[in-house]
């Protein structure tokens, strides 16, 4: 089946420093990829869409600058958190799309991110 | 206004026994609905996807049901186990250009021994 990676899938980092976040289709090419957030007991949020090659879609109240997404290719999505805040802290996790048939969507195991 | 609603918000199960998760929608346009288990700290992980003609899947001891009419769901879990513990998530999508997801909120199961 298709598989979805992230990495890293802990990272602890200091207030003010910038984190990136790898995700990647391992055995399939995805020309949609998505990124959410997750808060304790709450269902997935969605925070962007990126098409690769082009720029992200980011969702209401969702700060571009704050979360840069970059998709190089069709198997790898990258997002950044920059200048990173305690409130910041949360469950970061991707998804990769077939544009095709069902639309299946893939989702990663996600990424905890702890910001001190 | 798009949403899935599901009850119940939380459960607990003893081990061996059956439960009946359930989702109810209004999202439209439909395309298709699906189950997924998140087990705690990971991403969720598809279970069944149906499509609007489909009334009943089974995944294993997992099968959901639909009624499109109503715009219900449920998810029946026969003959639980411990690794069954995990949140449920429904999840539908929009259809047309947008092919948007509207995640429900989700049960939170647990079983015990």
């Known amino acids: 089946g298709a598989v979805v990676s992230q990495h890293p899938s802990r990272v602890i980092c200091k207030s003010g420093t910038s984190v990136k976040i790898e995700c990647r289709s391992l055995?399939?090419?995805?020309?949609?990829m998505f990124w959410y957030r997750q808060f304790p007991k709450q269902s997935l949020m969605l925070m962007a869409t990126?098409?690769?090659?082009?720029?992200?879609?980011?969702e209401q109240g969702v700060e571009k600058d704050k979360f840069l997404i970059n998709h190089a290719s069709l198997t790898l999505s990258t997002l950044t958190v920059t200048s990173a805040h305690p409130e910041d802290s949360s469950f970061y996790i991707c998804?990769?799309?077939?544009?095709?048939?069902?639309?299946?969507?893939?989702f990663g195991p996600g990424t905890r991110l702890t910001v001190t | 206004k798009n949403q899935v609603e599901q009850s119940p918000q939380s459960l607990i199960i003893l081990e061996g026994k059956n439960c009946t998760l359930q989702?109810?929608?209004?999202?439209?346009?439909?395309?298709?609905l699906r189950w997924y288990k998140q087990d705690t700290g990971r991403g969720p992980v598809s279970l069944t996807i149906?499509?609007?003609?489909?009334n009943t899947k089974s995944n294993g001891r997992y099968t959901a049901t639909l009624d499109a009419d109503t715009k219900q769901s449920s998810l029946h879990i026969t003959a639980s186990q411990l690794s069954d513990s995990a949140s449920y998530i429904c999840?539908?999508?929009?259809?047309?250009?947008?092919?948007?997801?509207?995640f429900g909120t989700g049960t939170l199961l647990a079983v015990q021994p």
């Open positions: 998804s990769a799309r077939v544009d095709r048939g069902y639309y299946e969507q893939y």
């Open positions: 055995d399939f090419q995805a020309t949609t």
């Open positions: 990126s098409n690769e090659g082009s720029k992200a879609t980011y």
């Open positions: 989702c109810n929608y209004t999202v439209s346009p439909f395309s298709n």
């Open positions: 149906m499509t609007f003609s489909e």
């Open positions: 999840v539908v999508r929009v259809a047309g250009a947008t092919n948007k997801l509207i």
